[in-house]
T-cell receptor, first 113, second 116 residues
């Protein structure tokens, strides 16, 4: 069965520093992978998605993620954190031809001035 | 487009009371979902509906029922609320267009439910 693991329930960075949020997946077939962001008291919003077209995926707000099959990883990065990036981030996996997502437990990002 | 809307935004129930959470989408999506979000557990699927007239259990269906009233609306009912059902509930929808080979879900703003 497929699953996702997000390492680190909380990550803190200074404004301007690199953001790295980790996601590893478990799947016996090539997965489709997603990163969602949840701002306080709001629903989830899609940041970016990997659907096998390109291993480096660019999303909104300057975020990007790289699919590494050899490491079964899909880590989310942003070169320079902004205060407005403070939110909870969820990695999710979906298999081809299914209509369900499996979510990780989330990583809360704090950005300090 | 309003996207996915949920009512109510907040609700407090006493143990044993019943209530229905409403969800509607205006994107003509086929699939709809109900999740609950609890601290440290991410989102867990309660029920989903792949099309009008069909519903299936997700990971945590016990204590809940659903109705896919039409293509737009998907409601979640708690027949006898328990404190363990205190959570934030999210509705989502997706095109579930398998010809595109992926499933992007669009989420509503959530309902915060407290059961005393």
């Amino acid at each position: 069965a497929q699953s996702v693991t997000q390492l680190g329930s909380h990550v803190s960075v200074s404004e301007g520093a690199l953001v790295l949020l980790r996601c590893n997946y478990s799947s016996s077939v090539p997965p489709y992978l997603f990163w969602y962001v949840q701002y306080p008291n709001q629903g989830l919003q899609l940041l970016l998605k990997y659907t096998s077209a390109a291993t480096l995926v660019k999303g909104i707000n300057g975020f990007e993620a790289e699919f590494k099959k050899s490491e079964t990883s899909f880590h989310l990065t942003k070169p320079s954190a902004h205060m407005s990036d403070a939110a909870e981030y969820f990695c999710a996996v979906s298999l081809f031809n299914t209509d369900k997502l499996i979510f990780g437990t989330g990583t809360r990002l704090q950005v300090f001035p | 487009n309003a996207g996915v809307t949920q009512t109510p935004k907040f609700q407090v129930l006493k143990t044993g009371q019943s209530m229905t959470l409403q969800c509607a989408q205006d994107m003509n999506h086929n699939s709809m979902y109900w999740y609950r979000q609890d601290p440290g557990m991410g989102l867990r699927l309660i029920y989903y509906s792949a099309s009008e007239g069909t519903t299936d259990k997700g990971e945590v269906p016990n204590g809940y029922n659903v109705s896919r009233l039409n293509k737009r609306e998907f409601s979640l009912r708690l027949e006898s609320a328990a404190p363990s059902q205190t959570s934030v509930y999210f509705c989502a929808s997706s095109e579930a267009d398998f010809s595109s080979s992926y499933n992007e879900q669009f989420f509503g703003p959530g309902t915060r439910l407290t059961v005393l």
